[in-house]
Structures are given as C-alpha cells and as structure tokens.
C-alpha cells in the first residue's frame, strides 16, 4: 500500500518551466530558445501548442472552475491545513499555496503580463490566503472576459505561449488540484462535464510527458462510465475515491 499510496500525485505541476519546454518541442530543459511569435521553435508553430478547447469557450470554462475552486477555497477551515491531501509530497498548507501560484498566473496570462518562473517557487500563504484567491480569482475571470485576452502570446519565463493554451493548461490545473483540496478538507467539487473533458483532453495529451517527469503517476484504472472527472483524475494518477485516513 505504501509504493502504491507513492505513485499517487507528487504535487508538481503541469505550469512548470520545464514540463512546458518539453511539451513545446525542446527536449533540454537546460536549452531555452527565444520563442518569435506564433509560438515557433522551428519555421512552422508547433501543433501540440494547440489549445485544448475552441477560444471561444475559454472565458466560460475559467470563469466556472475559478468559481468553483474559490467555493472550496472559502470551504478550507485553518485547523485542515495541515491535513494529508491526494498529493503525497503536499499537506493541505502546500496545496493552497499552488493553487495560489496557479490563479496568480491565470491573472496575470489574462492581462497579458509576464508570467515569472520564480512565481512557482513563492510562498504566498498568509492568514488572508482565501481571500487573496478570491481577489486573484474575479480579476482572472474579469480579464479572460476581453477578447483581445484570446490574441496575445503569453511569456512564461523565458518563453512565449498562445494564451488559449495557457489558459486551458492552468483552468485544468485547477480542476484537478481543485478537486484534490475539496477531497482533502471533506467538501464536494462540482466540475461541470464541459470543463471536466477539457481537463481531460489536457492530461490525455500531456500524461506520457507529464509521467516521465514525474508530474503525472500511473494512471488509476476507472470504470468505462465514469464521468469526464473522474476520467481525468485516473489519468493524472489519482484514486478518485481517495479519502483522507481515519487512522
């Protein structure tokens, strides 16, 4: 139980620099190319950049997730966070504090600012942390709202990305660690079928990637029915009736 409870997440995630290079097509984390616009490593833009989902469902899909993960952020009581979550290597402290990095970045994607690396080293907790995500959360929903959000080319790090991509990349980040937080703290996460599918069209095209690094376990067996969800959180490796031990 112990290896297998270890091939669960291992709290990284799928907005690290490297992890992004690499599914831009560059194979040595240590080469950081300039990146002209269009997002081309090469004299054409590569296809995996695609965004998971058509531009003009992005504003909905982040408005319902950031909605959604607030509600279970407002839900977080400060006795919890402390508490183990489906992500070995992040107790319910560490969890927050990525789901903080991560709206930060879907805020600062939407308005067209630079996204750092250093953002995801950052210790952004504090005792206002709900709040700061709420604050985070509207001002992102807000900004994807302008359809000239849809138009830029994203800087992260060093590195320029189409926005939708950005976008459908992180509002599937917070799905999945959305869900992971509503587990470890006994609340429910209501993850509409629309953006369920778009995280998993994410994870589905990311998981070899993402498992080689280390981001993604092995996948968790589900049923041939289970909803779009729990699809997705079998791919990412995780046990979609995990639950926090009563030992």
Not at 111 to 116: A, H, T
Not at 138 to 144: D, F, K, P, S, Y
Not at 212 to 237: H, N, W
Request: charged share 25%; hydrophobic share 40%.
């Amino acid at each position: 139980m112990g290896d297998e409870r270890r091939e669960r997440c291992r709290g990284r995630s799928v907005a690290e620099p490297e992890f992004l290079l690499r599914r831009a097509g560059v194979e040595d984390p240590g080469h950081r190319p300039s990146v002209a616009r269009g997002c081309r490593l090469s004299s054409r833009p590569d296809p995996r950049l695609r965004p998971t989902v058509c531009v003009m469902q992005l504003h909905q899909l982040v408005a319902t997730v950031a909605t959604e993960t607030s509600n279970v952020v407002r839900g977080v009581k400060p006795d919890q966070l402390s508490a183990p979550t489906p992500c070995m290597d992040w107790d319910v402290r560490a969890l927050a504090n990525h789901l903080l990095q991560v709206i930060s970045a879907l805020n600062l994607a939407g308005r067209g600012e630079p996204v750092p690396d250093e953002l995801w080293a950052r210790d952004l907790m504090s005792e206002e942390w709900a709040e700061r995500f709420e604050g985070e959360a509207r001002q992102a929903v807000e900004a994807w709202a302008d359809p000239a959000a849809l138009e830029n080319m994203v800087s992260m790090g060093s590195n320029e990305m189409p926005a939708p991509f950005v976008a459908s990349m992180l509002a599937s980040d917070l799905v999945i660690h959305g869900w992971d937080l509503a587990r470890a703290t006994g609340q429910d996460y209501h993850c509409d079928d629309a953006a369920a599918e778009i995280a998993h069209r994410f994870v589905a095209d990311t998981g070899e990637q993402g498992r080689g690094m280390g981001i993604y376990a092995k996948p968790v067996p589900v049923a041939d029915e289970a909803s779009a969800l729990d699809r997705s959180l079998g791919l990412s490796g995780r046990d979609p009736q995990w639950a926090p031990s009563t030992q």
